[in-house]
């Protein structure tokens, strides 16, 4: 059973900066962040290919968003900069055995955390 836990979640003002972690149970699994606003659908946020480390960011966070592993340590991040109230959302992280490199396609994605709330107040 794979398990996916995310931490660093909580409620920061407008242009400040938070680090949200999640930790897998296994290695070797494409891994993304996806997000849910309030009253919307789920929305990819980034991801990152299991052996080349390339990433892929939603246009909303290019540039404010940078996601990271450690495959030594199951580890994935994501260091959130200059967040804005549109950043409030439930961040899942995801995990995929489908793939090795990164997909923007959530149901590419067959495991998942159990979220962590981020709110940005202005």
């Known amino acids: 059973q794979v398990q996916l836990v995310e931490s660093g979640g909580g409620l920061v003002q407008a242009g400040t900066s938070l680090r949200l972690s999640c930790t897998a149970s296994?290695?070797?699994?494409?891994m993304a962040w996806f997000r849910q606003p309030p009253g919307k659908e789920r929305e990819f946020v980034a991801a990152i290919a299991l052996v080349s480390g390339r990433a892929v960011y939603a246009d909303s966070v290019k540039g404010r968003f940078t996601i990271s592993r450690d495959n030594a340590k199951n580890t994935l991040s994501l260091q959130m900069n200059t967040l804005t109230p549109e950043d409030t959302a439930v961040y899942y992280c995801a995990a995929s055995a489908l793939i090795t490199g990164y997909s923007r396609d959530d149901v590419l994605y067959n495991f998942w955390g159990q979220g962590t709330q981020v709110t940005v107040s202005s």
């Open positions: 296994v290695s070797n699994y494409a």
